[in-house]
């Protein structure tokens, strides 16, 4: 166990119940995804309930989660968008695209689909092209894992 | 919305307070149940912990916008809205009858598995142990910090120990953490605080600053102990008890558990 696990291993870790992994996973997102939350939420407290909601969901889920790529933002910041009750005006990234600039292409365009476009995860993951892989017993870094995607292959 | 998002230190008190909450509602994962061997090594250390009924130790909770996450309709990999319609505060019941929290106010490190100082005490957990998490897996989590002390005959119990940290000791029944104290009553070292920073070392005073809602605990005569009085608050239905050194009014022990007296002894 190790904080510098990537989020595939944390996703595991956490689907065996260890809840340091979810802190970890906290710790690494949280930041950025209030800033994309703040966007998606009419009032601070809404923004923080989105944000904290996406963790629990993710804790709650996490033994179904296939991510597509290294990063399980997208996957957050899609969960913030699917909670959001409503629209709100202007870019819906606006405030977090200083903070996916540092992630992958990949990232990138999950969460344009994902906030922007309104898909789910799995919508998102499938109009990219991304065909989801068989869950793997250990957390394995690198090119060959990222591709993971939806058990369900949704 | 109009405001823009949080930054410096507004961000880092705002995400301390929304990661406690996370992990309140973060429910422990009930693993198959095993009862540990247990093996005793070494010999038996009678570690008193309180005297004259027990020490009991007074613990507290985040306790702030509980929020239960609705179970989802189905398991999928999908992101699943979790909060309920009108995002309702779910609120425990237990005894005695909890009064709100004071919200936290304290700006805390980012929580690591290796530095105890970074974990919480809430009424259900402390830092990575869990009540109600299988012992093997929960326990599991602090070797990051500490190393067991493997003298205790007691294959109930796991005690954790380390070099200028405050120990943890792991109760457990049936392979599933009852409860979890901090502190042997020894000296102030760092450790694990709760929500408002509130721990091994902090007095009287202090506590029934931080929560109006402490309650002694009394034994079978309903009585306070005299001579390691204790003092308990109930958070997420269950008790966290801070129990004082003997005659003393400073906090020796927090004992986290659905009982509010912490045992006399452990490993006896």
Not at chain 1, 86 to 98: E, I, K, Q, S
Not at chain 1, 115 to 123: I, K, M, N, P, T
Not at chain 2, 78 to 97: L, N, Y
Request: proline residues 9%; negative net charge.
């Amino acid at each position: 166990m190790s904080g510098q696990d990537d989020d595939r291993t944390l996703v595991e870790r956490m689907a065996r119940g260890d809840r340091t992994a979810l802190a970890t996973v906290f710790d690494r997102h949280a930041a950025p995804l209030t800033r994309g939350a703040w966007a998606l939420a009419p009032t601070p407290d809404a923004a923080r309930a989105l944000v904290e909601d996406a963790f629990v969901s993710l804790w709650d889920h996490a033994a179904d989660v296939r991510l597509v790529t290294l990063s399980l933002l997208p996957w957050l910041l899609a969960a913030c968008a699917g909670s959001a009750s409503r629209a709100v005006p202007g870019d819906p990234l606006r405030y977090v695209r200083a903070d996916l600039a540092a992630t992958s292409e990949d990232d990138r365009a999950l969460c344009e689909r994902c906030v922007v476009d309104g898909r789910s995860y799995a919508e998102a993951a499938r109009e990219l092209g991304y065909v989801p892989s068989v869950p793997t017993g250990t957390a394995r870094s690198g090119r060959a894992s990222r591709k993971a995607v939806t058990r369900d292959g949704l | 919305m109009d405001s823009e998002p949080p930054q410096g230190d507004d961000l880092r008190r705002l995400l301390v307070t929304m990661k406690q909450d996370v992990l309140a509602r973060a429910t422990p994962r009930r693993g198959p149940r095993r009862r540990r061997s247990g093996i005793a090594i070494g010999v038996v250390t009678a570690l008193l912990l309180g005297a004259a009924g027990g020490s009991v130790a007074l613990g507290l909770i985040p306790g702030q916008e509980d929020r239960a996450s609705a179970p989802a309709a189905t398991a999928t990999t999908e992101p699943m809205p979790t909060r309920s319609p009108d995002g309702a505060p779910v609120v425990d019941s237990p005894s005695p009858t909890p009064t709100p929290t004071p919200t936290p106010t304290a700006t805390r490190p980012p929580y690591a598995s290796d530095d105890p100082r970074t974990w919480t005490i809430s009424g259900t957990e402390v830092g990575p142990v869990a009540l109600g998490g299988a012992v093997t897996e929960e326990t599991d989590d602090l070797t990051a910090a500490f190393a067991d002390d493997s003298n205790c005959p007691n294959p109930n119990v796991s005690w954790w120990t380390a070099d200028g940290r405050t120990p943890i000791i792991v109760l457990g029944q049936n392979g599933v953490v009852t409860g979890i104290a901090v502190g042997d009553f020894s000296a102030d070292q760092p450790g694990p605080t709760t929500a408002e920073g509130l721990g091994v070392g902090s007095t009287l005073a202090e506590l029934r600053a931080a929560y109006p809602d402490l309650t002694p605990v009394t034994g079978a005569d309903g009585q306070v102990a005299s001579g390691t009085p204790a003092w308990t608050i109930v958070r997420q239905g269950h008790h966290i008890t801070f129990s004082m050194r003997p005659d003393t009014t400073v906090t020796g022990s927090v004992w986290v558990s659905d009982e509010a007296q912490e045992p006399y002894e452990f490993c006896g």
